[in-house]
């Protein structure tokens, strides 16, 4: 039978591992609890955005400031005319087959450029040009967006020197088009001609909410840490007897 010194020393030993297991997984469930506020409290803040009246479009005073959180989905209005021989092809993939985002510089009155996607139109019309483009002074409402510093899952790199673009990368876009004066965002226009191309009014609006899922994990976690020490424990007081 082990001695009553070493069964003391284990016990000691599972009480800190189950203290430190307790603590950490339930902070871990806590942490996974705010996290999963903060989600509903962003995708509610975001769908009022999406459904409110069109706002001004950020001027260049307020380019520093913009966020993905404050920021994105909101509604806004611009003028301005489209810079055509401008225009960026952004492959991906769509609701009608391989397909190309046709991303339009917009020049507004006090030279500012702003990148519009104009929308989405199938492979082969939009490799032919076979679309419809807009002249003159025109007025644009729609999403804002955030540069997009990732693509598509299995999306390739952007290659400048080539002209191929693989995600909505602003930054990258205006500088290979020389703006020097360009906003950070992109506006997603609302749909125009529902049967025309580019098909417009497609944002994807999708936040990931797994949280509440990692929160039940880390609390089970928590009780099986509780539920292993109280066996040791009863081991503990068995061997005593």
């Known amino acids: 039978m082990p001695s009553a010194r070493f ?14 297991g307790v603590v950490g997984f339930t902070s871990l469930g806590i942490w996974q609890v705010k996290r999963l506020h903060w989600k509903l409290d962003l995708i ?6 999406i459904h409110a009246d069109p706002v001004a479009a950020p001027s260049p005073a307020l380019w520093s400031g913009i966020t993905s959180e404050k920021d994105e989905y909101t509604r806004v209005r611009l003028t301005g005319e489209f810079l055509n021989d401008d225009e960026v092809l952004i492959y991906t993939p769509s ?18 450029i702003v990148m519009v996607n104009r929308g989405v139109v199938p492979q082969e019309q939009a490799l032919a040009g076979d679309f419809a483009r807009i002249t003159g002074e025109t007025t644009v409402t729609g999403l804002l967006r955030m540069s997009e510093s ?31 004066e360009a906003a950070p965002y992109f506006v ?31 609390f089970a976690l928590a009780l099986v840490m509780v539920a292993g020490y109280a066996l040791v424990l009863r081991q503990e007081i068995k061997h005593r007897q």
């Not at 069964?7 to 430190?20: C, D, E, N």
């Not at 790199?157 to 693989?166: C, H, I, Q």
């Open 44 to 49: 509610e803040r975001v769908d009022t955005r």
């Open 188 to 218: 997603d226009q609302d749909a125009i001609d529902p049967t025309g191309w580019p098909r417009g009014g497609k944002t994807v609006v999708s936040f990931r909410n797994s949280h509440l899922s990692y929160a039940l994990t880390w």
């Open 95 to 112: 609701d009608f087959g391989p397909g190309y985002w046709v991303l339009t510089p917009l020049k507004r009155d006090d030279g500012t």
């Open 150 to 180: 990732e693509g598509w899952l299995f999306s390739r790199k952007n290659d400048p020197e080539s002209g191929n673009w693989y995600r909505r990368d602003i930054a990258s876009i205006t500088r290979a088009k020389g703006f020097a």
């Open 7 to 20: 069964l003391s020393v284990k016990l000691i030993l599972a009480t800190l591992i189950a203290v430190i």
